[in-house]
Every structure is written in structure tokens, then in C-alpha cells.
């Protein structure tokens, strides 16, 4: 909204700062983070006498969350995504169709997670929204997003898929590529819902995961910076820098009540959001087997819910000791605590891998 400023320069004055994706990326993230700051706590109180008990918690975790757990509200999602919404709207240039595929997907899976928690909380139990339910509505505005990012995209990178480290090879999926687009967004948004069980797991490497790929999207939307590092150029995927930098400061401003103990949950409002938002800016910007490596924590964490699913099905036995992987280390006697930031860890390194296939080709 704010890019119009720049009508009013004549190229050596302050409002000359608005063309500049950098200065109005710095903006987004800390109006979000300021958003978050302000309407936190009035949010988490309200949610709080909204919801009485909070979120309920699954008789079949750990037990020590039935104990510990009991009573904190959930939907703060909601406290992130208007942070997002609201920092993007305001810096953005809202002419920019790749800004609008990653905004409408995050707003939609918001949506559905919004049902899904609001269902849990007024019926008080576990169960909201069906699970193929909720996959199936997943697979319909994912569909959308890659429909029209294919529309969107050059003509030679129009249904392609880029190979990191390979330089200039491109795999024509032709038909499949929205199939595959699809599968990139809903397992991307399952896999962050999956990871979001203990307090701050989930909200860190989302964080980390966005700003790599603002950083990416930035760099494959510059035709100067994809000659040197031979990549392929998306003219217009800058602008999804915006939209990390303000996903970014309002994350912050949630992981500050959401710091254990954990004041709010983020809930499937956020975590639904949040995974769908990061599958649809790999799509945007042609890099999605490069988020596998930096959101490979999140890749790790829903298989080992597969893995589980399927062997017990097979053996009536278990890998884990419980799934998804975090709560296996619970079950080991790690505390939350040492778990959380030790994930934190392993996903602040995947992405540094995943900067590095900028490079390495």
C-alpha cells in the first residue's frame, strides 16, 4: 500500500526509499512485530475468557501435557497471521500476483484451521474438523495457487521443475506440475501442524524457513543476482520478502507469549497457515525440492508419524516410542525445553544447507 509513495518522488528523496525492497521489507517486519507487541495480550485474554478450559489435550500424548498443558488457550494463530496480513497489506506492492497466491493461501488455511480449533474448543475434545476433510479442502486451494503461479511464472519456467545444484536443468512436469504443486502445499501445511506440539517447537523453524526462502525468493527475482548465482529468474518474486519479513516479526511477536510455559497455543489456525504459506513461496519461486532441506525438520517430524502409522499397521509394533519424533524424545526423558532448542538448532543448519544450493551449482 505504502509503495504509492514513491509517485511522489522524484528519485533523491525519502519516498525514493519505498522503491526499495529491502527498506520496505525492514518495515514489514517491524510493524508485525510492533502489531504483536500491542494486541498480544489483549488477544490471549480474550481467547482466554472465550474458550474457559483451552485447547483440549489428547489423552493419547505424553501425560504430562493433560497436567501441564490444561487450560492455555489456543487460536493464536490468529495474533501471527493478522500481524502477517496486516505488515504485507501495508508494504507490499499490492499489484504483485505472487504476493497475493502466498497471501490467499495462508489466509485460506487459516480458515480451515480456525474451524478446526474453534470445533475442538466448543464441542471440548480433541477431535474438530475430519482429517481427510480438512486434506481434501487443502487439495482444492492448493490446486488454485498452483494453477495460477503456473500462469503466473515465464513461459520457459511454466510448469518446470528446477533442480537445485544442477545448473540450468529443468524437469518438465507438464500436466503433473499442479498435482505436484498441490502435494508440495498440503504436506507442507500437515507437516507444520504435525511439528507444532511442544511450546516454541513449531514457530522457530517456521521462522527460519521463511527468512531463508524470503531470501531466495529475493535473490531469484533480481535478474542480477540469478547471472551470478545461475539460477532461474521469477521477475516479481522480491516482493515475497515483504511477506516473510512481516511473517518473521509477527512470529516474534507470538514466540513472546508462546515461550514455554506457553501462554497461547499457535493452534491448526497458525500451524495450517504457516506450513501452507511456506509450500506456496517454493512453488512461487521454483524452489520446491530446496524446501525439503530447510524445512527438513518438518519433513522429519511427518514422517515419522507415516512411518509409525504404517508399521504398527503392518506389525502391531512401534518405531517410536511416540509419534511425531518429538515426543519419542519426551518419552526418552528429554525436557521440553532442551528439545525444543535443540530443534531449533537442526533447523537453523538445514537452512544454511538450503543457502548454500544457491550457490553450489
Avoid at 470445533?119 to 487443502?138: D, H, T, Y
Avoid at 531463508?212 to 518474486?237: K, N
Avoid at 532441506?293 to 517410536?320: C, D, M, N, P, W
Amino acid at each position: 500500500m505504502l509503495f504509492w509513495l514513491t509517485e511522489l518522488s522524484d528519485g533523491g528523496d525519502f519516498f525514493n526509499l519505498f522503491r526499495y525492497i529491502t527498506f520496505r521489507a525492514g518495515g514489514a517486519f517491524f510493524s508485525a512485530l510492533i502489531f504483536g507487541f500491542i494486541f498480544g495480550k489483549p488477544l490471549i485474554n480474550f481467547l482466554r475468557r472465550k474458550q474457559g478450559k483451552g485447547q483440549p489435550i489428547r489423552a493419547d500424548g505424553p501425560q504430562s501435557h493433560i497436567l501441564e498443558k490444561a487450560g492455555t488457550p489456543t487460536m493464536g494463530g490468529l495474533l501471527i497471521l493478522s500481524a502477517l496480513i496486516f505488515s504485507t497489506l501495508l508494504w507490499a506492492r499490492l499489484d504483485n500476483i505472487y504476493v497475493w497466491i502466498v497471501l490467499l493461501v495462508t489466509m485460506s488455511f487459516g480458515l480451515v484451521g480456525f474451524i478446526d480449533d474453534y470445533q475442538k474448543v466448543a464441542k471440548s475434545n480433541a477431535k474438530g474438523v475430519p482429517g481427510r476433510v480438512r486434506f481434501m479442502i487443502g487439495l482444492v486451494i492448493a490446486a488454485l495457487a498452483a494453477y495460477f503461479a503456473a500462469l503466473a511464472h515465464p513461459v520457459e519456467l511454466t510448469n518446470q521443475l528446477a533442480l537445485p545444484i544442477f545448473k540450468n536443468v529443468l524437469v518438465n512436469l507438464g500436466v503433473f506440475f499442479v498435482p505436484f504443486a498441490m502435494i508440495v502445499i498440503v504436506g507442507a501445511a500437515n507437516a507444520v501442524n504435525l511439528t507444532d506440539g511442544l511450546d516454541g517447537l513449531a514457530i522457530m523453524p517456521v521462522m527460519i524457513a521463511a527468512g531463508t526462502l524470503g531470501v531466495i525468493a529475493y535473490a531469484v527475482g533480481r535478474v542480477d543476482f540469478t547471472e551470478y548465482l545461475e539460477v532461474h529468474y521469477v521477475p516479481g518474486s522480491g516482493e515475497i520478502l515483504i511477506f516473510t519479513a512481516g511473517l518473521i516479526g509477527g512470529g516474534l511477536g507470538f514466540l513472546w507469549y508462546n515461550a514455554p510455559p506457553a501462554a497461547v497455543f499457535m493452534g491448526d489456525t497458525g500451524s495450517l497457515a504457516l506450513g501452507g504459506a511456506l509450500g506456496a513461496i517454493a512453488v512461487v519461486t521454483k524452489h520446491e525440492i530446496v524446501l525439503a532441506i530447510v524445512g527438513g525438520l518438518f519433513v522429519v517430524e511427518a514422517l515419522s508419524v507415516i512411518i509409525q502409522v504404517l508399521y504398527f499397521k503392518r506389525t502391531g509394533k512401534r518405531v517410536f516410542l511416540m509419534a511425531p519424533i518429538h515426543h519419542h524424545f519426551e518419552q526418552l526423558g528429554w525436557k521440553e525445553p532442551q528439545i525444543v532448542i535443540r530443534f531449533w538448532i537442526i533447523s537453523l543448519i538445514l537452512a544454511l544447507i538450503g543457502l548454500a544450493t544457491l550457490k553450489l551449482r
